[in-house]
Antibody, heavy 120, light 107 residues
């Protein structure tokens, strides 16, 4: 069974660092991209970036570039999303999801989401 | 970046109704368009990909069409479990942007 299991909810202060995780299982981990999607409270979905776990090649949205880092550790089939300095505006639910490498591939499995709250 | 615009933003309908949601891209995206359903407190679930391909396990009352810049998601006969928010997403070019969502509510 394909599963993406994310780390638990976090409460942080502005300026703090954070790393959240997404562990894949039940499939060939290096055969699919992992993407990260943010959902701010009561809002729509925002594509943040993606990683190819096979070679760790990444792409970011303009709004995420330079503010977050996506990385992967194939040995533990886990992808990470990290911040070095959180802002209050980073508050939201973060989803990881799996998709194939071609443009026509579906994003077919999603993690359960990680709630990140940044507040002083 | 490609902008995706959904309409309407919200919609009230009754069980059994036929419903259509529209998604427009700011430039040609061929058929690289997916639709997702999201219920409160849950992750999105893919319904359609490549504009008109039904994801495995999704009921056949869902269908998608379109190419280029204009796309539609149709639910042929609304069921109680279909009341949710629907999102479109392009996968033509990175960043793979989403529409703002359409909330489908019970009339």
């Amino acid at each position: 069974e394909v599963q993406l299991v994310q780390s638990g909810a976090e409460v942080k202060k502005p300026g703090e660092s954070l790393r959240i995780s997404c562990k894949g299982s039940g499939y060939s981990f290096t055969s699919y991209w992992i993407i990260w999607v943010r959902q701010m409270p009561g809002k729509g979905l925002e594509w943040m970036g993606r990683i190819d776990p096979d070679d760790s090649h990444t792409n970011y949205s303009p709004s995420s570039q330079g503010h977050v880092t996506i990385s992967a550790d194939k040995s533990v089939t886990t992808v990470y999303l990290q911040w070095s300095s959180l802002k209050a505006s980073d508050t939201g639910i973060y989803f990881c999801a799996r998709r194939g490498r071609t443009s026509s591939s579906p994003t077919d499995y999603w993690g359960q989401g990680t709630l990140v709250t940044v507040s002083s | 970046d490609i902008q995706m615009t959904q309409s309407p933003s919200s919609l009230s309908a009754s069980v059994g109704d036929r419903v259509t949601i529209t998604c427009r891209a700011s430039q040609n995206i061929n058929n690289f368009l997916s639709w997702y359903q999201q219920k409160p407190g849950e992750a999105p679930k893919v319904l359609m990909y490549a504009a008109s391909s039904l994801q495995s396990g999704v009921p056949s009352r869902f269908s998608g069409s379109g190419s280029g810049t204009d796309f539609t998601l149709t639910i042929s006969s609304l069921q109680p479990e279909d009341f949710a928010t629907y999102h479109c997403q392009q996968s033509y070019s990175i960043p793979y942007s989403f529409g703002q969502g359409t909330k489908l509510e019970i009339k």
